[in-house]
Nanobody, 124 residues
């Protein structure tokens, strides 16, 4: 059974950094597409960064390029998101997602497995 647990969300000042973690179980992280999404109330869930399955190919939303870095530790079966130079517009609930057969890495509808989310709040 696939299970995803996010952690690392917090409240920070603009310009600060956070690292989110997503501990996965029930499969190997490298074998699935895995991605981070974020959502704020009243808006659609947005793809932030992700890995395509069975490759080291990464994908980023334009809004986070050069600030966020996605990585994974295959031994720990964990996905990470390093977020630097945070902006107030990065505020939201961040979700980890996984799917064995995704087509578009940053499209939410391509993912079947989701974590419960971790809140990131960036104040100006």
């Amino acid at each position: 059974q696939v299970h995803l647990v996010e952690s690392g969300g917090d409240s920070v000042q603009a310009g600060g950094s956070l690292r989110l973690s997503c501990a996965a179980s029930g499969y190997r992280v490298r074998d699935y597409c895995m991605a981070w999404f974020r959502q704020v109330p009243g808006r659609e869930r947005e793809g932030v960064a992700g890995f395509y399955r069975q490759t080291d190919n990464t994908y980023y939303a334009n809004s986070v390029k050069d600030r966020f870095t996605i990585s994974r530790d295959n031994a720990k079966n964990t996905l990470y998101l390093q977020m630097n130079s945070l902006k107030p517009e990065d505020t939201g609930m961040y979700y980890c997602a996984a799917d064995p057969l995704c087509t578009i890495v940053l499209r939410p509808n391509d993912y079947i497995y989701w974590g419960q989310g971790t809140q990131v709040t960036v104040s100006s």
